[in-house]
């Protein structure tokens, strides 16, 4: 069983920054990419970032400059460092890792969600 546990949401105003971070835990022979998404009330789930095994990173045009993805191989952890946040960032932030996992087997896992609110 695999499990993807969220950290570091919060209120902030505007202007500041908030690091997000996504530990993976259980059987686990490697990590493929890892996602960064958010979902606004009454809105889609669209992807902020993303992450390759080796390190390659993308961004959604809306944080591009603004938001930093990183991960650490050893310990199995996503990060996302915001800066500059704006109130049109408030959202619940999920992870999303593909985890090559038990007998070779690959998923895709979600984490819980953790609140981003930005005031103004």
């Known amino acids: 069983q695999v499990e993807l546990v969220e950290s570091g949401g919060g209120l902030v105003q505007a202007g500041g920054s908030l690091r997000l971070s996504c530990a993976a835990s259980?059987?686990?022979?490697?990590?493929?990419?890892m996602d960064w998404y958010r979902q606004a009330p009454g809105k889609q789930r669209d992807l902020v970032a993303t992450?390759?095994?080796?390190?390659?990173?993308k961004y959604a045009d809306s944080v591009k400059g603004r938001f930093t993805i990183s991960r650490d191989n050893a310990k199995n952890t996503v990060y996302l460092q915001m800066s500059r946040l704006k109130p049109e960032d408030t959202a619940v932030y999920y992870c999303?890792?593909?985890?090559?996992?038990?007998?070779?087997?690959?998923?895709?896992?979600w984490g819980q969600g953790t609140q981003v609110t930005v005031s103004s």
């Open positions: 999303n890792a593909e985890i090559v996992g038990h007998l070779s087997l690959t998923y895709s896992y």
């Open positions: 259980g059987t686990i022979s490697s990590i493929n990419h």
């Open positions: 992450i390759t095994s080796g390190g390659s990173t």
